[in-house]
């Protein structure tokens, strides 16, 4: 049973750092590029960064660019998110994906491309 697991959400003051962990079972990580993805209340999921299998190659959109960092320690079959200077604004629930690395290119992130999903970890970002 293939399973992916986030944690290490919480609640953080504006400017504050967190660091979300991905943990897969069932599967082989490294045949994988992962994808995080987030959703806000009345809000759609989007896909902010990517990472390819080898690590190789990273993705952020515009909206986390210089401030979140992707990373993955495939011996550990484990996918991380550092996020620093966190706004209200990035506040929603953080979920991460995994897409088979046959059908990834760079900064794929249509949620609906990705095959497996873990259950998601709320990062809340107030004072």
């Known amino acids: 049973q293939v399973q992916l697991v986030e944690s290490g959400g919480g609640l953080v003051q504006p400017g504050g750092s967190l660091r979300l962990s991905c943990a897969a079972s069932?599967?082989?990580?490294?045949?994988?590029?992962i994808g995080w993805f987030r959703q806000a209340p009345g809000k759609e999921r989007e896909g902010f960064s990517c990472i390819s299998r080898n690590a190789g190659r990273t993705y952020y959109a515009d909206s986390v660019k210089g401030r979140f960092t992707i990373s993955r320690d495939n011996a550990k079959n484990t996918v991380y998110l550092q996020m620093n200077s966190l706004k209200p604004e990035d506040t929603a629930v953080y979920y991460c994906?995994?897409?088979?690395?046959?059908?990834?290119?760079?900064?794929?992130?249509?949620?609906?491309?990705?095959?497996?999903w873990g259950q998601g970890t709320q990062v809340t970002v107030s004072s």
């Open positions: 069932g599967l082989t990580l490294n045949y994988y590029a």
């Open positions: 994906a995994a897409l088979d690395s046959t059908r990834y290119y760079y900064g794929q992130l249509y949620v609906e491309e990705y095959e497996y």
